[in-house]
């Protein structure tokens, strides 16, 4: 309610009150219409603010809404008592239990724990579950076994702490207020809209101050020079615009959240249009964030399984008799489980308890031998041992599904150096062979292969043990382990990584495609990232790093020259050492990056170094740890299903299906927003001049007044408004995604271009359209042009009551005002008119409009039906108030100012036909916008 | 050097050139713009063109104290006015300017074309002799004679230099009206009826004459101060002309005064000339200034013979007839005129 445009309009009223006052003071009968005006003028500011805020905070409800439908509650022991209260209401010196699968709703200290282990990941990107107990080990409260952490999440076990820290003053809450310290800089479009509204209000201020002086040195009085001063600034304001523009936004934000993307405040909709890098986290955003079974090594091979969601296309060769060991070897030792009621929901979406990759193996096997529970019923298990650290390796003793093999069949997997020394023998084509060199050797080989895909790898052997020694009734005991666990034969690998969305390597050509650069930051171990990053497309298939091409030319990584690779892999420990030039240097000149390892901390420096480069920087993450991240971005995107709250509250904008794609769809919204927003500023641009001729004609020229200050205000948050609103549907004019990011500094919303076009061309010619049907008004009523000429003084002169006319009719001073009110209308239907011709060619900048389609948008059809609409109310239905200076209009009139509507949409086609023509021209460069 | 190429765009980016400003805003903060992959194209392509530019931004960027801001933005400002070493005002060549100019020239000649065509048609359209429409101009107005700015009539009867004015007001107002030249110029026609002239609208029409001497005692001839130095004032009333106006047959437009607001008593006795107190007939309807070149206005006197002295008397007078309005609110012009006489002594 103060900036821009408002104060423009706050002066305006303040003169007009003055103005008036000046009028009182020398005659007490002065007319009430400055106050009137005055009046109004504050009135449209005041509404316009309420209407800012409005809008602003129906945006603010989505997210709050939003954040109320995961509130967090805590068990508290107070009075003695067990109490579930509201995390928030906690403080410090409370008594917490926390179990398995809750959030730790505080920073605690542990006073007990049972077996508790948490998942700091999202504080440190630990991905392995820390234990917690009530030791104290370490100085570091990062480090010590006996602190929990607001917002991270108790795996198993219990515990019970006394609440050390809460809100703000927690751990995360610090990586919060790092993220809050970093200041809420102006969006992309806020920018442009400033600027916007400087080039406006100089226009405005220059033309004002420059006519006041001409006014005074022709002698006018400076009363006089005042009100032309007021006129001339409401004809410059476009007092509807800022509101269409929020209106507009707001709408591309619904229509964004449609396709799952939540914007919190409807300007970053065009922030994500004009960004150039996004920074992604891996897992859950390109990721699907579950373990999967990718690669599969037996017979001496290796196989592809399917990854995508949901596993449907498992092609590798399943004949091989060594497949019907490995999958009887993956079924049964695998202690992972479906949970139960849940016989109607597709494999892959089932609940499963167990860890992730026990989950991968189980949903693997379930989807290709079907009913795994059957299998293992039929293979009663005897015995086993769960996996553990020391021993690296899971093993089960199994009865046979053969009834004719009275053998124990014993099942073995785990890390598969340790299962291969366990063997002395592998199987490949179902027959036993010894274990020789060159075997272990293939197996290293595909080993290294499958490690080096980033891929977490298990072995998987198998032993039948002897029926005479081992007979039906032979009680196996695992403490002492009275069976064999050495001379195993293997059977083969398998490998498992957490597989890319299927989505996102299109989304991730279409990023590329349009000229948007992206960049991994993880927390993740650089082979894994960079695997992924392959698979996905973010290192494209033929691009290398430094190391690889030192790997492929056998020569020291320092040797390599740094132009020829052209992705790099970047851990958070080099980063740790770089100056930040080192890093600007990374970030300019390779096109494909991935930094893996890192912290907090470092994705904000590493989104610092982007935005050093001009870049409008989009961060995806899920954590806390990128919260300060998310924040420090130009636009920060949260997940909505994995993210955590300080990840949603920092981020600007939601993604609610977890989809990078639908990120591409968000930045193709955010292009066409500002494409459209460009062509609603044209439209409304244009009028100005139109209102503002008429002021400087009759200072110059003395004509009657052509329009009113009431009148254009009647333009400008009346009849333009819906059509404005309208340009927001427009469709894109060619693929958007296929040209470059727009460039912060350079691609203004409203260039030299568009103002001189709207202004220098479209205006003046809806000037002169206007005036022409201004000018029959008056001469079909007696006054032709030219005796109108410098008739000014005696026009407004309340005493001359004979005015005489062409024909020598006498007026009243009465007379000509009602025919100058008639003259307003008019005026205001010849910019009503020229205006629909206007909204018609602003509906593309380069194509012609019947490429475009007249009748596509059916929004502008509305827009111009609400322009007429409007403008024959205010013409014929309210033609008795005098206070609005709106007089009936012959029906004729309407029809004055149509061809030069019509020569509007000709020149307008002739333009975009040389701009098609001779791209590149010197056409093209002045006139495209 | 490299870190300098990558910040430039190609030549071929349509804005470049226009963005100096914002560019050099950037010079010292290692602006690195471009991700582009053709950057790498890009830089080998433009080195020969850009290098004389790099070599000036380089000293520049150098030859400054850096925190002197304004110094830079003056610096930045002459050199957008007046680019000396390309040669280049406000951002553009010398041949970039006159292009535009006279491309803009061409444009605005064609509008002023089709502007003009407009208006020439517009004027086809319309009559010069007889207005399209008159519904705005009725129904008729009110004015006085004499009228100096002010409808207050203040003087002293003992003080001459207080009503010279009006006297000179009148005399001037009524040249036109001299009996000599009246049947000179116009013909004498019947009263009672229209003055009608058939004819096209092109032909000169003759006017009926309104002598002077038919205001009486008004006319100035006997009483050569309108009655302004007896205290017994003068006030010519004239019904603004309206193209084709007629007042309903036989019952000519009267004219009545009357004392607005106050006792009714302080006018106690007006004498109208003609003294019938209307318009008669014969002076309409009026064909308009270009045909009726000599038709002047008839005209009712007012002698207020008997007006209270020494205070002010707001009198109101009002057009009496059919087809006549004397009640807007808005427009206290309209079928009535209200003055005040002040007449001291």
């Known amino acids: 309610m103060v900036g821009g445009f408002s104060i423009l309009l706050w002066v305006g009223a303040f003169l007009c009150w003055i103005a008036y006052g000046i009028q009182y003071s020398s005659d007490k009968s002065a007319s009430l219409n400055n106050v009137y005006l005055g009046s109004v003028l504050v009135l449209v500011v005041i509404l316009t603010g309420i209407f800012a805020y409005y809008q602003e905070a129906k945006s603010t409800n989505i997210m709050s809404s939003f954040n109320k439908m995961i509130p967090q509650q805590a068990l508290v022991i107070r009075d003695s008592e067990k109490k579930t209260i509201p995390a928030e209401q906690l403080v410090v010196g409370d008594i917490v239990e926390v179990k398995g699968g809750d959030q730790i709703p505080a920073d605690i200290r542990v006073l007990s724990s049972q077996g508790c282990r948490v998942d700091n990941s999202s504080l440190t990107g630990e991905s392995e579950p820390q234990p917690r107990s009530s030791e104290f080990t370490h100085e570091n409260p990062l480090e010590t076994k006996n602190i929990c952490f607001y917002s991270t999440t108790c795996l198993e076990g219990t515990v019970t702490g006394m609440v050390i820290n809460t809100g703000d003053r927690t751990i995360i809450g610090h990586i919060a207020s790092l993220a809050s310290g970093v200041g809420n800089e102006k969006t992309p479009i806020a920018i442009e809209i400033e600027h916007f509204v400087h080039i406006v209000a100089g226009v405005a201020v220059s033309i004002g101050i420059l006519f006041f002086i001409i006014a005074v040195s022709l002698k006018y009085r400076v009363l006089d020079s005042v009100i032309f001063l007021i006129g001339i600034i409401v004809a410059n304001v476009p007092e509807g615009l800022l509101a269409t523009v929020t209106v507009t936004l707001s709408l591309t934000a619904k229509r964004m959240a449609k396709k799952n993307c939540l914007v919190k405040s409807p300007e970053a909709v065009e922030t994500l249009g004009s960004t150039s890098i996004i920074c992604s986290d891996k897992t859950g955003t390109l990721t699907q964030n579950r373990m999967t079974v990718a690669h599969l090594w037996f017979d001496n091979q290796i196989f592809v399984a399917d990854t995508s969601e949901d596993h449907s296309n498992q092609v590798f060769d399943q004949s091989s008799s060594t497949w019907a060991s490995l999958s009887k070897i993956i079924t049964l030792c695998n202690r992972a489980e479906f949970k139960p009621g849940q016989e109607n929901v597709p494999i892959m979406k089932k609940a499963v308890i167990g860890d992730a990759s026990e989950t991968a193996l189980l949903k693997f096997s379930e989807v290709i031998l079907g009913d795994v529970m059957e299998i293992r019923k039929r293979n009663r298990k005897v015995v086993e041992i769960p996996f553990n650290s020391t021993n690296k390796f899971q093993l089960s003793i199994h009865e046979t599904d053969d009834p004719h093999d009275k053998r124990f069949l014993m099942v073995m997997k785990g890390a598969p150096e340790r299962i291969l020394e366990k063997c002395s023998t592998i199987m490949i084509n179902g027959e036993e062979h010894p274990l020789d060199k060159s075997t272990a050797k293939a197996f290293h080989t595909a080993y290294m292969e499958l490690g080096g895909l980033g891929e977490r790898v298990l072995g998987f052997c198998h032993l039948y043990l002897p029926a005479d020694e081992f007979p039906e009734t032979y009680s196996f005991d695992i403490d002492a382990m009275n069976f064999p666990t050495s001379n195993l034969c293997f059977v083969g690998l398998l490998s498992m990584i957490d597989p890319p969305r299927s989505t996102v390597p299109d989304a991730v050509t279409k990023c590329r495609s349009a000229g948007i650069k992206v960049i991994m930051v993880t927390g993740d171990h650089p082979i894994t990232a960079k695997a992924i990053a392959k698979s996905v497309g973010i290192i494209s298939a033929n691009s290398e790093t430094v190391e690889d091409i030192a790997h492929r030319l056998n020569i020291p990584v320092e040797q390599v020259h740094q132009r020829d690779a052209k992705a790099a892999v970047v851990t958070g420990m080099e980063l740790k050492d770089m100056s930040s030039e080192q890093l600007d240097e990374i970030l300019a000149n390779y096109q494909e990056i991935v930094f893996a390892r890192t912290s907090p901390q470092q994705k904000l420096i590493i989104v610092e170094g982007c935005q050093r480069q001009d870049a409008v920087v989009a961060v995806t993450g899920d954590g806390v740890n990128d919260s300060p991240a998310l924040k420090k971005a130009d636009i920060g995107i949260a997940m909505g299903i994995a993210g955590s709250d300080a990840a949603k509250n920092a981020a600007d904008m939601v993604l609610l299906d977890d989809n990078f794609a639908s990120i591409v769809t968000g930045v193709e919204e955010g292009r066409l927003i500002f494409d459209n927003l460009k062509k609603t500023i044209a439209y409304t641009l244009t009028k100005n001049i139109a209102e503002l001729c008429p002021f400087l004609i009759y200072i110059i020229a003395g004509l009657p007044l052509p329009i009113g200050t009431i009148t254009i205000l009647f333009i400008d948050l009346g009849t333009d408004i819906i059509p404005s609103i309208a340009l927001a549907y427009e469709k894109a004019e060619s693929d958007i995604m296929n040209r470059k990011p727009r460039h912060k500094k350079k691609d203004r919303l409203v260039n030299e271009q568009l103002a001189v076009y709207s202004y220098l061309h479209i205006g003046l010619m809806q000037a002169l359209g206007a005036f022409l049907l201004y000018f029959t008004v008056y001469a079909q009523e007696g006054f032709l042009p030219h005796t109108l000429i410098n008739l000014r003084v005696e026009w407004e002169s309340d005493n001359v009551n004979d005015l005489e006319d062409h024909y020598g009719q006498e007026w009243t001073r009465y007379q000509r005002e009602y025919l100058e009110w008639t003259g307003y209308t008019a005026f205001f239907v010849g910019i009503l008119v020229q205006q629909i011709a206007d909204l018609i060619i602003r509906k593309t900048r380069r194509n012609s409009i019947f490429q475009q389609g007249l009748f596509r948008n059916k929004v502008i059809w509305v827009g111009i039906a609400s322009q007429i609409v409007i403008g024959l109310i205010l013409s014929y239905g309210l033609g008795s108030i005098t206070a609005l200076n709106f007089t009936m209009l012959r029906a004729q009139y309407w029809f004055v100012a149509v061809p030069h509507a019509i020569l509007i949409w000709v020149y307008d086609e002739v333009r975009k036909l040389f701009i098609r023509l001779y791209p590149g021209s010197w056409w093209d460069k002045n006139m495209y916008y | ?345």
């Open chain 2, 1 to 345: 050097m490299r870190r300098q190429l990558r910040s430039r765009r190609t030549p071929s980016f349509p804005y470049s050139y226009r963005y100096r400003l914002d560019d050099q805003d950037e010079l010292n903060q290692n602006y690195l713009a471009d991700e582009e992959e053709e950057a790498e194209e890009e830089a080998r392509v433009m080195v020969k063109e850009e290098e004389e530019e790099e070599k000036k931004e380089e000293e520049e960027g150098q030859g400054q104290p850096t925190g002197n801001a304004w110094w830079q933005k003056l610096q930045i400002m002459s050199e957008y006015l007046w680019d000396p070493e390309r040669r280049m005002f406000l951002a553009r060549t010398g041949q970039s300017w006159s292009l535009i100019l006279l491309i803009y020239f061409f444009f605005y000649a064609s509008l002023a074309a089709v502007i003009t065509l407009c208006m020439y048609t517009l004027f086809l359209t319309i009559s010069p002799y007889i207005p399209t429409f008159t519904e705005r101009v009725k129904p008729p107005g009110v004015m006085i004679r004499p009228f100096a700015h002010s409808l207050n009539f203040n003087f002293n009867v003992s003080e001459p230099e207080t009503w010279q004015h009006y006297v000179i007001s009148l005399n001037g107002f009524l040249q036109g009206y001299n009996d000599s030249l009246q049947e000179e110029m116009n013909v004498d026609c019947p009263p009672g009826q229209y003055f009608i002239q058939d004819g096209d609208e092109d032909e000169d029409k003759k006017a009926c004459q309104f002598k002077r001497s038919f205001l009486k005692n008004c006319s100035g001839l006997e009483d050569p101060t309108f009655g302004y130095s007896t205290g017994q004032p003068c006030i010519l009333l004239k019904m603004n002309r309206i193209v084709g106006f007629r007042p309903e047959l036989g019952d000519p437009v009267k004219v009545s005064c009357k004392v607005q607001r106050g006792d009714e008593n302080d006018i106690r006795s007006i004498r109208y000339y003609p003294e019938s107190a209307s318009f008669d007939l014969r002076y309409y309807p009026y064909y308009g200034k270009l045909t009726h070149v000599n038709y002047t206005s008839p005209l009712v006197a007012m002698h207020f013979t008997d007006v209270v002295k020494n205070q002010a008397v707001p009198v109101q007078c009002q057009l009496k007839g059919k087809g006549i309005i004397n009640d807007v609110i808005n427009d206290r012009f309209v079928g009535r005129v209200i003055f005040t006489l002040n007449i001291e002594t």
